[in-house]
């Protein structure tokens, strides 16, 4: 009886290929983590030789002793900070999907409502915050958060969008409607998946600008109401509490790393089967 080739070898250049792209994505972790180690011990070095104040810089030790410290309280505010940015990352995709699907099915629906969303782009959100916080009133912050996080979130999604279901393949378009598909289907089995891509490229882009709309708009907000981060980075600076501050800051970074690595993923999972920029990732 012959046996099947499942219990065989995988070939030399699958190995190949294999081990490299193990190597790939070591190097790629191992090199920024000795990066960050030397940095951090040449600012210790640095504050200490130079006995720089800490309340001008504070050495890294410092710094890692006050978030421990104060890590229920910058915790807490963490918890507030992620739950806006989230919110006003879901709406600005429900949000900018829909109205680009509608943009693909009325040409003269796009013309009229593309140019107030570029509008709503290009108008600073910290200019507009104190008309939003008046607007929604000073007892519902939370509201106004979130309305400004979604502004800055929101064009990402709705621009590569529309760019990504206009850049279906004529022909297969074409196929369609030969076929008589009605403009669902067609939307459905062509455009979608063409504009993926554009999607999961401008979802990583809205994912950072919602954390930064929010940050703005805790600092715009300049209350005890909204107890995000930026409201602890705020007391904490009035107080002269650098060490917290840059805790604070320190957990800001490692939340937009984390929003950026989480969509990066869904990208790679997503794509790596069919799509070019997903075999070039160092995720994969």
């Known amino acids: 009886m012959i046996r099947g080739n499942q219990g ?16 790939r994505r070591i190097l790629a972790i191992a090199m920024p983590v000795l990066a960050g180690l030397f940095a951090l ?40 900070t992620v739950r806006i940015t989230g919110q006003a990352f879901v709406l600005a995709v429900v949000s ?15 013309m009229t409502l593309f140019p107030f969303a ?6 600073p959100i910290i200019a507009i915050a104190p008309l939003i916080l008046i607007w929604v009133g000073f007892d519902h912050a939370d509201r106004a958060l979130l309305i400004m ?10 621009s590569n969008m529309t760019l990504g279901l206009r850049s279906a393949d004529p022909n297969l ?4 409607r030969l076929y008589g598909a009605s403009r669902v289907q067609t939307a459905r089995f062509v455009q979608l998946p063409a504009a993926l891509p554009f999607l999961l490229s401008g979802m990583k882009i809205s994912g950072g600008l919602a ?22 980075i705020m007391e904490a600076g009035n107080r002269l509490e650098i060490p ?39 995720l994969r």
């Open 149 to 158: 996080a979604w502004v800055a979130a929101f064009f990402p999604i709705l």
């Open 244 to 282: 917290r501050m840059f805790a604070a800051l320190i957990l800001l970074s490692l939340l937009g790393i984390a929003i950026f690595f989480l969509l990066s993923l869904l990208e790679t999972l997503l794509l790596r089967r069919w799509h070019d920029s997903a075999r070039q990732s160092v």
């Open 41 to 80: 011990a040449g600012w210790e070095l640095a504050v200490a030789i130079a006995q720089i104040p800490p309340f001008v810089l504070p050495a890294p030790s410092a710094i890692g002793a006050a978030l421990v410290a104060d890590f229920p309280s910058l915790a807490a505010s963490l918890w507030q």
């Open 173 to 176: 378009l074409a196929l369609m």
């Open 211 to 232: 954390l930064i709309g929010t940050v703005v708009a805790e600092f715009v907000a300049g209350s005890g109401a909204s107890t995000g981060l930026a409201w602890r």
């Open 8 to 23: 065989a070898e995988k070939p030399m250049w699958r190995q190949a290929a294999e081990t490299d792209g193990r190597g």
């Open 118 to 123: 570029v509008i709503l782009q290009v108008t």
């Open 96 to 110: 900018g999907v829909g109205l680009s699907l509608l943009f693909s099915q009325s040409r003269v629906i796009e």
